[in-house]
């Protein structure tokens, strides 16, 4: 299905999306931090008695433990490697203005204690009876404000039925508020960052000098949307992300781990469990940067406006068979073995 004229809704929502490849970054370290604020926070709150269903920061309306369980999967060629395996599957959501601008699937094996993060390209295509324009047909569309559900199904089923146990979601403005948290972030820029985009709403103004300071939320924000002026182009924008994540972690646990938990608990939603983080958490004691692995979804892309991401099928059950550690089909005379996810031989998917 291709669109061949945007629409000012579809304007509207494309301009919304910029800036998020810093929140994509940034929700890495957050997912650590959540988990370790959370561990603080259990004998705060609870007393050592949490309730091990309750979510961790109280009622929520959506719960996909419940919502999907009936329904993700079930009709997936790996159902049963999705049922049997020891993971838990977050997903990852960074709003703005009702929008998904960051879409990730945070995959965690407490046998092997292996991280997968899955990226979602937020143009990926996902028809939605119903509607009409070419924005309405981005998975980043769906979420519409609030409808992290149907957002979750979506995701489920482009990942060929991966079940999702969780969510969680941060906006900018959560974003900010934790880092001013941790008394901000010490870290030395390279070069000065200056850029403005006042189409953005709100208008984008980076103005950072060059040298050794201390970045407060809004400034640290600014720092991590900052992608132009770089002499070798993006991989200076991630080489400069990774130094900001160094300095975050640094800071993070340097500074009153209880204070950042509860500005935690106030920006961010999520129906993680009690009992869920407190397995994580015993779980995670050895986990290290080594068992951390980052996908981006296979995909094709289209050549022309409005620019779909299509999911690659293919690519998709080969890099599920990667991270379930699930076996492929053998091909016709070199055995019977039933085919747990069916079919043969997936391609490469990059």
């Not at 934790?178 to 980076?206: A, E, F, H, R």
């Not at 950042?260 to 994580?280: R, S």
């Not at 779909?308 to 076996?327: H, K, W």
Request: aromatic share 10%; hydrophobic share 35%.
């Amino acid at each position: 299905m291709k669109k061949t004229q945007y629409t000012s809704e579809y304007e509207a929502m494309s301009r919304k999306t910029s800036g998020s490849s810093y929140l994509r970054t940034f929700l890495i370290f957050f997912l650590v931090a959540l988990v370790i604020a959370t561990a603080v926070m259990i004998p705060i709150r609870n007393w050592g008695k949490a309730i091990e269903d309750d979510p961790i920061f109280g009622e929520v309306e959506t719960r996909l433990i419940d919502e999907m369980e009936p329904i993700a999967g079930t009709d997936s060629p790996f159902y049963e490697a999705f049922q049997d395996a020891e993971r838990v599957n977050v997903l990852i959501l960074g709003v703005n203005d009702g929008l998904s601008d960051t879409i990730m699937v945070a995959s965690y094996d407490m046998a092997t204690q292996r991280v997968d993060l899955i990226s979602i390209p937020r143009d990926t295509y996902y028809y939605q009876e119903g509607k009409t324009g070419a924005a309405w047909f981005k998975i980043n569309s769906i979420y519409g404000g609030k409808n992290v559900l149907n957002t979750a199904k979506a995701v489920s089923e482009v990942l060929l039925g991966m079940p999702l146990h969780y969510y969680a979601i941060c906006d900018y403005k959560g974003i900010e508020n934790i880092v001013n948290s941790m008394g901000g972030i010490p870290i030395y820029v390279k070069q000065d960052m200056q850029y403005k985009d006042l189409s953005d709403n709100p208008p984008l103004i980076i103005d950072i000098k060059k040298g050794q300071q201390v970045l407060d939320g809004a400034h640290a924000v600014q720092y991590l949307r900052f992608r132009s002026g770089y002499s070798n182009g993006d991989i200076g924008r991630v080489e400069a992300q990774q130094e900001f994540m160094k300095a975050a972690f640094k800071q993070m646990l340097s500074f009153e781990l209880p204070k950042i938990a509860k500005t935690v608990t106030e920006n961010v939603e999520t129906d993680i469990t009690w009992g869920m983080t407190l397995k994580v958490v015993s779980s995670a004691i050895n986990l290290s940067s080594e068992n951390f692995h980052t996908h981006m979804m296979p995909n094709t892309k289209q050549g022309e406006a409005p620019w779909y991401v299509y999911p690659d099928s293919e690519g998709i059950a080969e890099l599920i068979r990667e991270i379930y550690s699930v076996e492929p089909e053998p091909e016709d005379g070199e055995g019977t073995g039933e085919g747990g996810e069916g079919g043969s031989d997936a391609g490469q998917g990059e």
